[in-house]
Antibody
Framework: QITLKESGPTLVEPTRTLTLTCTFS??????????VAWIRQPPGKALQWLAL???????RYSPSFNNRLTITGDTSRNQVVLTMTNMDPVDTATYFC?????????????WGQGTLVTVSS | QSVLTQPPSVSAAPGQRVTISCSGT????????VSWYQQVPGTAPKLIIH???RRPSGIPDRFSGSKSGTSATLAITGLQTGDEADYYC????????????FGSGTTVTVV
């Protein structure tokens, strides 16, 4: 059974850096074909894909975030970390950690519960 | 603003059929698989269609997907009150550095 859980601050000040940790179980990040990604959803708005790390440590980022994102994986701890620099109130959103796999063309088949991050001074 | 375009809302009576369109470009839907997600407000989304028209285990066959050119469609037949939710399409975009894109979302209301 695959589970993912997000953790990190619920409140971030503008201009600061956000660090979110995804702790997962039921799979290993170094299993061939696996991907772990981050997606966010501002209140009342649509889903926004942020970044993905593949089993071979290859990474993909949304071009909409102007190099503000970094995704890293720790296979020994079963964790994936996302950092987002220069936070702004428009970055207030629920952030989801998700599992993806090549057998489903890297669609998203498992989602964490999400964590709400508010950007405010 | 979302890369893929969906109608904001659709509605129908119980038992009826609804369709949701998802419009993209040659770099995303036109050259990659489409997936569909169902999100009940306050909960995480759930995958209901992948690879254009494949249902994950446990998804009823009332849900079906199709793709033609740079557009995709989700159809829900035998509409039930439990189908009230937001629906999102998604696809990879085959740019120089590929990334995943979502649709703008469609709210399905059972009237």
């Amino acid at each position: 059974q695959i589970t993912l859980k997000e953790s990190g601050p619920t409140l971030v000040e503008p201009t600061r850096t956000l660090t979110l940790t995804c702790t997962f179980s039921g799979f290993s990040l170094n299993n061939s074909g696996v991907g772990v990604a981050w997606i966010r959803q501002p209140p009342g708005k649509a889903l926004q894909w942020l970044a993905l790390i593949y089993w071979d440590d290859d990474k993909r980022y949304s071009p909409s975030f102007n190099n503000r994102l970094t995704i890293t994986g720790d296979t020994s701890r079963n964790q994936v970390v996302l950092t987002m620099t220069n936070m702004d109130p428009v970055d207030t959103a629920t952030y989801f950690c998700v599992h993806s796999h090549t057998t489903i063309a890297f669609a998203i088949d498992h989602w964490g519960q999400g964590t709400l991050v508010t950007v405010s001074s | 603003q979302s890369v893929l375009t969906q109608p904001p809302s659709v509605s129908a009576a119980p038992g009826q059929r609804v369709t949701i369109s998802c419009s993209g470009t040659s770099s995303n839907i036109g050259s990659n698989y489409v997936s569909w997600y169902q999100q009940v407000p306050g909960t995480a989304p759930k995958l209901i269609i992948h690879d254009n028209n494949r249902r994950p285990s446990g998804i009823p066959d009332r849900f079906s997907g199709s793709k033609s050119g740079t557009s995709a469609t989700l159809a829900i037949t035998g509409l039930q009150t439990g189908d009230e939710a937001d629906y999102y399409c998604g696809s990879w975009d085959s740019s120089l550095n590929p990334f995943y894109v979502f649709g703008s979302g469609t709210t399905v209301t059972v009237v």
